[in-house]
């Protein structure tokens, strides 16, 4: 059976080839393993927030988390958003190019295993609004998610957190606004409070820029009584 699985795996690679998202060179997946080399580079950050730090400040939280922790207790991001990766992150998003969220999970795997990460009990995407999942059709969280979690063994609940106000989106928000903006945003879904009392919750987003989306969240599952939450970003926008 493993035999004739492959075999049809290569026909279907030879029927319907791939090319990389990047550089457009033939490969079996989103984006061709000298990208991935070229521009998934692993670099030191702060455990809580994921912002880079110099090498010999890894495992030591920056200097903002210190100063205002947030609500969530630790922050795994595959790269920093930045060309050309974040032309990826606006193609799932903005085109529909769903077959970029596959390589996102396995880029997140793998900063997983390299930082040693602990890993959560249950993960849950970040909802979207209603009328931005009709608008969209998808959330694009929810598609990085439930790869994520075959990956990591780990259950996923689609619908932990919901969305308790369609607020703006938070880049179409001045920066000094996004915290009041996001203020309220989300809830715990009745059914899934059980879930979420005295577990580490792990939280999956595509990007992570001020923190302001994924700490409102996390204060919104602690209240409901989680012991810990911890972020799962693909990308990590770098202080400016």
């Given amino acids: 059976m493993p035999d004739r699985l492959g075999r049809w795996r290569r026909v279907a690679r030879a029927l319907l080839p791939s090319s990389c998202a990047l550089c457009a060179a033939a490969c079996d997946g989103a984006v061709c393993r000298p990208c991935h080399a070229q521009f998934v580079a692993r670099t030191a950050r702060c455990p809580r927030c994921a912002n880079p730090v110099a090498d010999a400040d890894a495992g030591r939280e920056c200097a903002a988390c210190l100063a205002e922790r947030p609500a969530y207790d630790a922050t795994v991001a595959g790269a920093d958003y930045r060309a050309p990766l974040d032309q990826l992150v606006l193609q799932l998003k903005f085109g529909g190019k769903l077959a970029l969220a596959p390589w996102f999970a396995e880029v997140l795997r793998d900063a997983v295993i390299d930082e040693r990460f602990l890993l959560p ?120």
């Fill in 121 to 240: 009990q249950v993960l849950c995407p970040v909802p979207l609004g209603p009328r931005r999942l009709v608008e969209r059709g998808f959330n694009q969280a929810l598609e990085m998610a439930r790869p994520l979690a075959r990956h990591l063994g780990i259950a996923l609940c689609e619908r932990l957190a919901v969305r308790a106000l369609d607020t703006r989106a938070q880049s179409g928000v001045a920066p000094d606004q996004r915290r009041r903006n996001i203020r309220g945003a989300f809830a715990v879904a009745p059914d899934a409070l059980e879930v979420v009392r005295g577990r580490h919750v792990g939280v999956v987003d595509d990007v992570m820029t001020s923190g302001h989306t994924l700490g409102e969240l996390a204060a919104t599952l602690k209240r409901a009584g989680a012991a810990r939450v911890s972020n799962f970003v693909f990308a990590r926008t770098p202080p400016h």
